[in-house]
């Protein structure tokens, strides 16, 4: 701040000599339209629903892209990939890492098909779902859905954890 720069507790007042840069507005496809406090509440909620029924969408896809090993042929412009993760790498720069752990929880889907409809719904988030392809089968599937859709994403991936760990510990002592 220079020496005469006025400051006072006023928001009209400017602190600086430099000129303000306003604040750009959001574009008009992205501004949602003017709504009351509850029916804007509502719009965002629904809205990250649907960004879960997309993500479960988009991994429906996925595992079905890698069961017909949609890598292998040439696709205009993209080389062979060896696998999934390493095709998306090089089609649209996904990481590797990232890529097998969306198709684990794809694959895992499967065997829990509760859950996935449950998630196509878009009633669970994905770090739910993730959680819960780590430990869930067909025998506490149902239990454990009911569990995930009243507790937060966090207790989720906590109790998860636990379970592993204690399934881990059970199978060194028996081996």
């Not at 809205?47 to 996925?62: D, H, P, T």
Request: charged fraction near 25%.
């Amino acid at each position: 701040m220079n020496a005469t720069t006025p400051v006072s507790n006023t928001p009209s007042t400017t602190l600086s000599s430099e000129p303000s840069t306003p604040i750009a507005s959001p574009s008009p496809a992205c501004s949602p339209s003017p709504t009351t406090d509850i029916s804007h509440a509502a719009a965002l909620e629904e809205s990250y629903r649907e960004v879960i029924r997309q993500f479960c969408r988009y991994l429906v896809r996925l595992r079905e892209f890698d069961l017909h090993r949609g890598y292998r042929p040439r696709v205009k412009g993209r080389a062979k990939a060896a696998n999934t993760p390493e095709w998306l790498r090089l089609g649209c720069g996904a990481k590797t890492a990232t890529t097998a752990e969306h198709l684990r929880v794809a694959y895992s889907l499967l065997s829990i098909p509760e859950i996935e409809s449950a998630f196509g719904n878009g009633e669970l988030s994905y770090v739910k779902v993730r959680a819960l392809a780590r430990v869930a089968n067909a025998s506490t599937e149902s239990s454990m859905l009911d569990f995930a859709r009243v507790m937060t994403d966090s207790q989720v991936e906590e109790y998860c954890r636990r379970m592993q760990r204690e399934s881990c510990s059970k199978t060194h002592k028996t081996a």
